[in-house]
């Protein structure tokens, strides 16, 4: 008899609306898309509502309860407001129809969100989105939504965790679950921030080594290529931009410009330790290469008088002092150097730890605020 009644579209009532009734919604985070900015959901929710011409007399049909195939009878649409995808299936191919006209029923919609995850502080991001749900409703007619309560199943998906979710409206006709996000921090810092907090540290330690050699410069050259290696690496795995850029990227140029600095000033510093000034474009005065070879005619041996002896004496004298002068030269510069490379290693030091401190705060404390609900107008 109710098959009959071919009844497939929405019951009509005086004000041409129908009150649809979510009494549970089991809601599922399955994954964050970082890079688009997507939060891909689950969501089973059971439906109450009511049709009137699908009542019946318990007296004639002496049955309280009815079970229906879901094609033979209109069934309410659901969808997610700000969902880019959204798809609603039936759990069942059943419904359960009572004698009174209620009729009760369990869907399952999947959902991509659009939302615009706050990632300033990734890898210790925390964010909130909103999975706005309404059914059909056009100009006062249609079907309104009264959600009632909602729980969260398996909150925690790859890096990301449902911290809780709960319902809310903006208006009566406006409701939403607000989903409470955060990352779980672990794996990001250590394949991220962890690998750029050791090579500075090595850096740092660099200083240790001599200016002299160049041992210390080929090091800290390839300090900035394995950086840079390991920051193309990381770009697939770093997430999306969005009005709240991840400071993170901020932290990582800065790591390179320190890196960069740091080279400079030891090839700088090198140079300073050898020749005691900056000039690159004159040669350095009174430098005599390291392999001259100096040779002494000894073929013929004559006595000399004592006047020709004191001239000579006085020439190998004046050499002697010649190459102390020299060497003192050389002493003044590289000490000149070194106290330089001291100070600019506490100040590099310093400065780098204050600096690791501080955006380890930003990253922890600061808030950036992302308006989620641009999609109602």
């Known amino acids: 008899m109710l098959i009959k009644k071919g009844l497939l579209s929405q019951p009509q009532t005086d004000y041409c609306s129908n009150v649809i009734r979510v009494p549970f919604i089991e809601y599922q985070t399955l994954a964050v898309n970082t890079k688009d900015l997507r939060l891909i959901s689950r969501l089973q929710a059971d439906i109450v509502w009511l049709d009137p011409e699908l009542k019946w007399n318990t007296s004639e049909y002496n049955y309280e309860y009815v079970v229906l195939p879901v094609g033979k009878v209109w069934t309410p649409e659901i969808l997610v407001t700000n969902g880019i995808v959204s798809t609603m299936k039936h759990r069942s191919k059943d419904l359960i129809v009572q004698s009174d006209g209620i009729l009760r029923h369990s869907v399952i919609i999947n959902a991509e969100v659009n939302c615009e995850v706050n990632l300033f502080n990734y890898p210790f991001a925390f964010d909130s989105c909103p999975v706005a749900i309404q059914s059909w409703s056009d100009g006062g007619c249609g079907s309104y939504l009264i959600l009632e309560r909602v729980y969260s199943a398996d909150g925690s998906q790859g890096d990301w965790k449902t ?4 319902i809310q409206n903006l208006t009566d006709v406006r409701q939403y679950i607000l989903v409470n996000l955060s990352i779980k921090p672990t794996n990001p810092f250590v394949t991220l921030l962890m690998p750029s907090l050791l090579i500075l540290l090595a850096d740092m330690v660099s200083f240790a080594l001599p200016l002299e050699g160049g041992e210390r410069n080929g090091f800290k050259v390839t300090l900035v290529l394995s950086f840079t290696v390991f ?20 932290h990582f140029c800065i790591c390179l410009v320190l890196l960069v600095f740091s080279m400079l000033v030891s090839l700088v510093l090198t140079r300073l330790a050898r020749d005691g000034g900056l000039i690159f474009c004159c040669g350095s005065k009174g430098t005599v290469p390291d392999n001259t070879e100096v040779k002494a005619d000894v073929s013929v041996v004559q006595i000399s008088s004592p006047e020709e002896d004191g001239r ?25 150097a070194n106290n330089l490379d001291k100070a600019f290693f506490w100040f590099y030091s310093i400065g780098g730890t204050v600096y690791f401190i501080a955006m380890i705060t930003v990253m922890v404390k600061y808030r ?8 109602w107008y």
């Open 163 to 166: 911290e809780s979710v709960e």
């Open 231 to 250: 920051l193309n690496i990381l770009n697939d795995i770093l997430p999306g931009d969005s009005s709240c850029s991840p400071i993170i990227r901020t």
């Open 312 to 336: 000579m004496l006085k020439r190998v004298v004046n050499f002697l002092e010649a190459v102390d002068a020299d060497t003192l030269k050389k002493d003044r510069h590289l000490k000149f």
């Open 368 to 375: 950036c605020v992302v308006n989620h609900f641009e999609f």
